[in-house]
């Protein structure tokens, strides 16, 4: 059931969770379990929209580059990518289907975690929620994996929200009474880069507390807030990024007791490159039991590809206790700080011709980055930056000649 033990921290913005659903009541649906135990009204209206829209359409981009070394992307393309490899800058967004996949384990077939069933769907960058779960008092089982497609046009189709709020109930009861202990969940869906909300259909997005309530449902939320769920927020960063969606967030957290929460902060997230994290924490953690924290750092260094494109956010509680933490990648060439060096120089055009001096060696110190390239006239250029260390207190995770893995609250 929802956490009411103490009051979650309200937005600083303008949107403050609420959890009446989207704020219209002109018409409902009550749908009520065998056992009457889960009754939940879903808000309809007949106007032509419920789902608030913050944007009309998702912002498509595709940054071209040139193989000519001296014929530069523009530096106000370079600065707003945020791109860390050549994949991020020729990535542009498309637009799949929305699905619900679910799978749990079922007492009829011997007892395994098909990791490369796993890496399948992880590595599937379409807007998709998944769910694994399973029965620890059980013998003797396997994984069932449920697609349920999900586009929640109002406009299009008006009796959506309804349906969707009606499989979840179901879908709610069936986990109740199989006395699930434990689930992974994977949600993956475009972000608004601007507002951090979540898409709920093709060209609509909506605040984070409107999207679990439409999508994922209160009861649904209500019967994995009593499990130990493992949550993977597979979006691009804004969701993170954004202060006022980053606390909006931690207030759905809070307020359905989520366990254990997983984040990524790249402007344009790659989920291929998640891959290897998810099935490192599914074999430590999930299979073998080991405690998160005593192998926490291990799973991290063995993230190479992840580590070059994104930080983690990780919610979590600590006894009575919210935690935020946000792991970063540290590289005294390649990452100063944790900071996305660009791929090419904003000025002159030649890639990653970049010289570091001051190095840290995670020691408190500023790293300034030079371009040792030339402009068009041959002169050197003169583009530099400086990145400092962060201005929290911060842990390292995880050290190595490849780089360190470091910690800050936030």
């Known amino acids: 059931m929802p956490r009411m033990k103490q009051t979650a921290k309200k937005s600083t913005g303008s949107n403050a969770p609420h959890r009446s659903l989207f704020g219209v009541a002109s018409a409902t649906v009550a749908v009520q379990d065998a056992e009457k135990e889960f009754v939940w009204t879903v808000a309809e209206t007949n106007s032509s929209s419920v789902l608030q829209k913050r944007s009309s359409s998702r912002v498509k981009t595709l940054f071209k580059t040139s193989a000519a070394v001296n014929t530069p992307l523009t530096a106000p393309a370079v600065e707003s990518s945020g791109a860390d490899s050549l994949g991020q800058q020729l990535y542009s967004l498309a637009n799949p289907n929305r699905l619900l996949r679910l799978a749990y384990l079922s007492a009829l077939s011997p007892s395994f975690i098909s990791t490369s069933k796993v890496s399948m769907h992880v590595a599937i960058p379409q807007p998709s929620l998944q769910i694994y779960w399973h029965h620890s008092t059980q013998l003797g089982q396997f994984f069932i994996m449920k697609d349920v497609e999900f586009d929640l046009n109002m406009e299009l189709n008006p009796t959506s929200l309804s349906v969707q709020a009606k499989h979840m109930v179901s879908l709610a009861k069936m ?13 993956s869906t475009h972000s608004n880069e601007f507002t951090g909300d979540l898409y709920h259909e093709q060209e609509g997005s909506c605040t984070l507390m409107d999207w679990f309530m439409a999508v994922i449902t209160e ?5 994995l807030s009593t499990v130990d769920a493992h949550w993977f927020l597979l979006s691009c960063g804004a ?4 202060p006022e969606s980053l606390q909006l967030l931690k207030d759905i957290i809070f307020t359905y007791n989520i366990k254990n929460l997983f984040a990524f902060d790249a402007p344009t997230f790659h989920i291929n490159l998640s891959m290897m994290f998810v099935i490192h924490f599914i074999m430590h953690v999930i299979i073998e039991g080991t405690p998160l924290f005593d192998i926490l750092g291990h799973i991290l260094a063995d993230s190479y590809h992840l580590a070059h494109h994104a930080g983690i956010l990780h ?10 933490r946000l792991y970063r990648w540290v590289h005294q060439t390649a990452r100063p700080w944790g900071q996305r060096l660009p791929l090419q120089c904003p000025r002159c055009g030649p890639l990653r011709s970049f010289k570091v001096s001051g190095k840290h060696n995670l020691q408190v110190r500023d790293v300034v980055v030079q371009c040792r390239g030339k402009d068009a006239a041959g002169k050197d250029c003169t583009w530099q930056r400086k990145y400092s260390p962060p201005t929290e207190h911060f842990d390292a995770l995880s050290k190595g000649p490849g780089g360190d893995w470091i910690a800050m609250d936030i």
């Open 219 to 223: 009861p649904l939320l209500c019967v």
């Open 239 to 242: 969701v993170v990024n954004v």
């Open 315 to 324: 919610a979590y509680w600590d006894g009575p206790d919210l935690k935020s």
């Open 175 to 187: 986990l109740k009474s199989s006395s699930v202990d434990r689930a992974l969940i994977f949600i």
